[in-house]
């Protein structure tokens, strides 16, 4: 293949499956690749300028923080939290959404009613004072944290896949599975589920954002990752007092964000196309 | 036909009443419907919509949601099994096996995000108890005969890569995938054009040869009718009127409203032209939220008798016609068509 070919062939997804992964090597080698200690702090460095030279702290090429500590290191091992805290609250966000939203749209009647009362209970509930009462009650962290994300997320999963799978049970080839003796367990896991593959990784993508996003404003609430250990979100939430001073603080860890985000929405976006059997 | 009287019969139905629950009140769908199906026989039933063609035979397979459907009286008797009382696990284990279902919409009856192998295979897997491997192997038969062109390969394409009629066979092949002893084709047909249609209804004949399987093949066409059917049955308003021996239904109607579908059929014989204008049955069929007491198509039947407002006539044996030949009706349809032919 020639090099035109090559980039003629690529695609968005591709894209974003090369910056996540090089995010994620990052994260998993963070011991080995962070050029500092992500927590040791100097305050002769304090809010030192990015700099591709070296000092007598070290290197520093995206600067320092109010305290001195290496941004470029805070924010390799920042996406150790940011990344897994996300990752699990989506996943079991939309484990326990996605299972909701089917029994819900499948049976139909009153478990419908119930849990479609429940969803509108959890979406009416201010997410933050939830967060706070969370925390108060069970202490911060990682895993309450993650029940908590995952507790902001699942209602959108359990929506949209109850008013999919409404639609689709009444499709003809649901009844045909029915008469070639499909169980009711059967026809959602092997018939329903696959059909509704595309919306379900849509939200995914777009709840994966927004939970980065809720995580870096619970750590700005001083509830989400606990100091010192460093996340993105808390990374932007003190960056924001010095940002007319050292723009570096704020900038780095949301460019960071933003470019992870997007990843995730342009393989979102790719997968939705390959899960299509149209195409 | 096969001699059915020393055989026992496949399926009895018994005085099934299906009814649905609506805002309006009850809507009576089938209303006492009792007949015998032989292995081995080809059973047309035939009726407009809303005669609960379709309503009588989702009910032998329980696929009915109950509710709105309520079952209200009768017995469905299937292989020396009774179908109405069963445990849902029997059922599940009849649907697809002893009994396959093909639905009218080629177009929407397979699932579209999975290949047509992995839906063949499902039902192989599930019944037959295969593995994955044996599965396959048997799926590309079941393709290759139902003349899917180049089965090996065609086994992993999606369903939209098939035309109308290569998706009603692959229907078909799953239907009798485990070899049922009955198949229920409901209107399988009238989605596709009329070339597609005859190579279904061929595809079908062959199969139940080949299978000795009964057929139940519920339509509204009465070519179809004359191409497959062993028996036909007629059904309005949700009961039978008239059943018996193809030819006998054909050329000897005894129910008004028999004699006024076969007189609504265009006759291709008729070469020069549009010398007889086609004829309908004038009004509209029943209310099935409320029936008359009589014969439900009185109304609309110029040869109704008083009686026929009345009193609802039981299906009995039709006079001077063949053993098997069962009308319901007070009248007697030979004398009201001889004398409106004399007059």
């Known amino acids: 293949m020639s090099v035109a070919a090559f980039f003629k062939n690529i695609q968005g997804g591709h894209v974003g499956l090369f910056v996540l992964t090089i995010v994620v090597l990052l994260a998993i080698f963070a011991p080995l690749v962070s050029p500092d200690n992500p927590v040791r702090s100097d305050l002769r460095g304090r809010l030192a300028e990015p700099t591709l030279s070296l000092t007598e702290m070290g290197s520093a090429p995206l600067g320092r923080d109010q305290l001195g500590r290496d941004i470029l290191s805070r924010m390799i091992y920042g996406s150790r939290a940011t990344l897994l805290v996300a990752l699990c609250a989506v996943v079991v966000g939309g484990i326990v959404g996605v299972t909701i939203g089917m029994i819900s749209g499948f049976s139909g009647g009153i478990l419908d009613r119930i849990l479609m009362r429940i969803t509108d209970i959890q979406l009416a509930f201010p997410l933050m004072l939830l967060a706070l009462l969370m925390v108060a009650a069970m202490g911060a962290n990682f895993f309450n944290l993650i029940v908590i994300l995952a507790l902001t997320s699942w209602t959108r999963y359990a929506r949209i896949v109850r008013g999919e799978v409404l639609q689709l049970r009444e499709r003809e080839f649901v009844l045909s599975a029915v008469a070639a003796g499909a169980s009711a367990w059967r026809i959602c896991v092997r018939h329903i589920l696959p059909n509704i593959m595309a919306p379900i990784i849509v939200v995914a993508t777009l709840e994966l954002g927004r939970v980065i996003v809720m995580e870096s404003a619970l750590s700005f609430l001083g509830v989400g990752m606990q100091p010192p250990t460093p996340s993105w979100g808390r990374m932007l939430a003190e960056g924001r007092s010095y940002v007319s001073r050292a723009w570096w603080l704020a900038a780095f860890p949301g460019l960071g964000i933003m470019l992870v985000v997007l990843s995730i929405n342009l393989i979102g976006d790719w997968l939705r196309d390959v899960f299509d059997p149209k195409r | 036909m096969t001699d059915t009287s020393t055989q026992t019969p496949l399926l009895q139905i018994r005085d099934l009443s299906v009814r649905f629950r609506t805002d309006r009140g009850h809507v009576h769908a089938v209303n006492g419907v009792s007949y015998d199906l032989m292995p081995n026989e080809t059973l047309c039933i035939?009726?407009?919509?809303?005669?609960?063609?379709?309503?009588?035979?989702?009910?032998?397979?329980?696929?009915?949601?109950?509710?709105?459907?309520?079952?209200?009286?009768?017995?469905?008797?299937?292989?020396?099994?009774?179908?109405?009382?069963?445990?849902?696990?029997?059922?599940?284990?009849?649907?697809?096996?002893?009994?396959?279902?093909?639905?009218?919409?080629?177009?929407?009856?397979?699932?579209?995000?999975?290949?047509?192998?992995?839906?063949?295979?499902?039902?192989?897997?599930?019944?037959?108890?295969?593995?994955?491997?044996?599965?396959?192997?048997?799926?590309?038969?079941?393709?290759?005969?139902?003349?899917?062109?180049?089965?090996?390969?065609?086994?992993?394409?999606?369903?939209?890569?098939?035309?109308?009629?290569?998706?009603?066979?692959?229907?078909?092949?799953?239907?009798?995938?485990?070899?049922?002893?009955?198949?229920?084709?409901?209107?399988?047909?009238?989605?596709?054009?009329?070339?597609?249609?005859?190579?279904?209804?061929?595809?079908?004949?062959?199969?139940?040869?080949?299978?000795?399987?009964?057929?139940?093949?519920?339509?509204?066409?009465?070519?179809?009718?004359?191409?497959?059917?062993?028996?036909?049955?007629?059904?309005?308003?949700?009961?039978?009127?008239?059943?018996?021996?193809?030819?006998?239904?054909?050329?000897?109607?005894?129910?008004?409203?028999?004699?006024?579908?076969?007189?609504?059929?265009?006759?291709?014989?008729?070469?020069?032209?549009?010398?007889?204008?086609?004829?309908?049955?004038?009004?509209?069929?029943?209310?099935?939220?409320?029936?008359?007491?009589?014969?439900?198509?009185?109304?609309?039947?110029?040869?109704?008798?008083?009686?026929?407002?009345?009193?609802?006539?039981?299906?009995?044996?039709?006079?001077?016609?063949?053993?098997?030949?069962?009308?319901?009706?007070?009248?007697?349809?030979?004398?009201?068509?001889?004398?409106?032919?004399?007059?």
Not at chain 2, 136 to 160: C, F, G
Request: net charge neutral; charged share 25%.
């Open chain 2, 46 to 343: 035939v009726g407009e919509s809303g005669s609960g063609k379709s309503v009588h035979a989702l009910s032998i397979l329980r696929l009915l949601p109950e509710p709105p459907a309520e079952i209200t009286s009768g017995r469905i008797h299937f292989d020396g099994r009774e179908l109405l009382t069963a445990s849902r696990q029997t059922m599940f284990d009849l649907r697809g096996n002893g009994i396959g279902m093909v639905f009218q919409n080629p177009m929407s009856s397979l699932n579209p995000v999975l290949t047509i192998g992995r839906q063949i295979t499902e039902v192989l897997r599930r019944h037959m108890k295969m593995d994955g491997r044996a599965a396959h192997v048997r799926a590309v038969e079941l393709l290759d005969r139902v003349r899917i062109p180049d089965a090996a390969s065609r086994i992993h394409s999606y369903p939209h890569e098939f035309s109308g009629g290569q998706r009603q066979r692959i229907m078909i092949a799953i239907a009798i995938a485990c070899n049922p002893r009955l198949l229920i084709a409901d209107e399988a047909t009238t989605a596709l054009d009329v070339t597609t249609q005859a190579e279904i209804i061929q595809l079908v004949r062959e199969l139940k040869d080949e299978k000795s399987m009964a057929v139940i093949w519920i339509t509204h066409d009465l070519g179809v009718v004359a191409g497959i059917a062993d028996t036909v049955q007629v059904m309005y308003a949700g009961a039978i009127v008239e059943r018996g021996p193809v030819d006998a239904i054909f050329n000897d109607p005894r129910s008004a409203y028999t004699f006024g579908l076969l007189n609504s059929l265009p006759d291709v014989s008729d070469v020069h032209g549009a010398r007889t204008r086609l004829r309908q049955i004038d009004g509209m069929p029943p209310d099935l939220h409320a029936l008359p007491a009589g014969d439900p198509f009185a109304p609309r039947n110029p040869y109704a008798t008083e009686r026929c407002f009345l009193e609802r006539p039981p299906l009995r044996q039709a006079e001077d016609a063949e053993p098997g030949h069962l009308v319901a009706a007070w009248y007697d349809l030979r004398k009201v068509t001889r004398r409106e032919a004399v007059g």
